[in-house]
């Protein structure tokens, strides 16, 4: 299902990166190549991590990019973005069990600010399928709480100061923060989270050399709101309590169906962002469940049985701050948000969304995210569709 989910997001995005990129006659594209070192520290967010010597880690990735041409006003007014295909691999010292990870994922990254002719303030994201884990298993891992399935997503955030040597090479120095979990398609799923430092070396072919410094010829913006209404469709597995109910372990491969049906009020006051609020009611089933294991009276085997608790109870409501970072034909967006009716005690009320939003045709758009709790702990991944409603503009 994760590998399935994130081939078809690759797919999608390739797509419509194709179908939204700048047409030019030019035909030589301005491509890159870069080596990424990085260096960092494991959070210790879990029973595992923190019982494991693990004092680093330490990655190596190579990247394959394409740069816009600054020949268009777009590529200008969204911070002349850049977009490419990874491959990353990771090393923990003295490393028990947590594998020899490796990652294929998407990235893109822009300028945020230009401090100087030759230093700017860069991001970037990540998304991908990683492989290689040694999850849980019973009787050869059976101390590992963190990762629960071999393939698992890869998320990361970069913030990096971005030094031009020439016009072919660029140094890069920057911090991250990434995101490895399955977002609990299979228990156990804490995650492991890393903090790190990393210094890049990039070198670009059929360099842009003089891109535009204005959005002359741009087409017209009118700040105006947007109402986004989605609907998602998950499922999830959870930890069960084994006192009392015969099962030899807290990790069922029973899956709970989700349904959470969203809606965002954004207010969009140029062409890079949106922010504003939204609301989320959410289905859980496996909120209040109990499980056990019975045995039958009749053909004397052993079952394992599943009580939902009353539908109320599996509904929670929830309030959230939202916010999009946006490029032409998809967005970044990230919320927060607080359930004012909480369904699932065994989750916080506070609760964290971040994901992907790419635009299908015209106003309708598929989505690919993560909610999650304790900004490390994965609830559930998700594809949801979707549709935006332009409101009224709020001035000329």
């Known amino acids: 299902m994760i590998r399935f989910s994130l081939i078809s997001l690759l797919i999608l995005f390739t797509a419509n990166l194709a179908v939204s990129s700048p047409k030019n006659d030019n035909t030589r594209k301005p491509t890159f190549i870069a080596v990424n070192a990085n260096i960092g520290s494991l959070l210790k967010t879990n029973d595992f991590l923190k019982a494991a010597e693990i004092p680093f880690s330490s990655s190596l990735a190579l990247k394959f990019g394409l740069n816009t041409k600054g020949d268009n006003w777009k590529d200008f007014a969204y911070g002349m973005p850049y977009y490419g295909i990874g491959l990353y691999t990771i090393r923990f010292k003295d490393n028990d069990g947590l594998g020899k990870p490796v990652s294929l994922y998407l990235f893109q990254g822009a300028t945020i600010s230009e401090l100087s002719p030759r230093l700017k303030l860069n991001y970037e994201w990540n998304l991908g399928i990683s492989t290689n884990w040694e999850p849980y298993d019973r009787f050869d891992n059976p101390t590992m709480d963190a990762i629960g399935s071999n393939v698992n997503v890869h998320v990361a955030l970069n913030l990096m100061l971005r030094y031009s040597v020439n016009d072919y090479l660029d140094l890069n120095l920057g911090g991250a923060f990434t995101h490895f979990s399955n977002g609990s398609y299979q228990q156990p799923n804490a995650g492991v989270n890393q903090f790190s430092g990393f210094l890049e070396m990039v070198y670009k072919f059929n360099p842009v050399k003089s891109p535009l410094k204005s959005i002359e010829n741009h087409e017209p913006f009118t700040p105006h709101y947007d109402h986004d209404i989605l609907l998602n469709i998950s499922s999830r597995q959870v930890e069960a309590d084994t006192s009392k109910t015969n099962l030899p372990s807290e990790y069922t491969k029973h899956r709970f169906k989700i349904f ?51 539908v109320t109870d599996r509904l929670s409501l929830g309030a959230s701050l939202r916010g999009e970072m946006v490029m032409p034909g998809y967005s970044i967006f990230a919320n927060l948000g607080w359930n004012l009716i909480h369904g699932n005690k065994k989750d916080q009320r506070l609760y964290q969304v971040i994901g992907i939003k790419l635009y299908l045709r015209d106003n309708f758009f598929g989505t690919f995210g993560i909610r999650a709790t304790h900004f490390t702990k994965a609830q559930y991944l998700y594809w949801s569709l979707g549709y935006t409603i332009n409101g009224k503009s709020y001035k000329k």
């Open 260 to 310: 959470n049906l969203s809606y965002g009020f954004l207010k969009v006051p140029n062409y890079r962002y949106k922010y504003g609020v939204g609301l989320d009611l959410l289905y859980d089933e496996s909120s209040g469940a109990k499980m056990w294991r019975q045995i039958h009276p009749e053909d004397g085997e052993v079952y394992e049985r599943i009580k939902l608790a009353p």
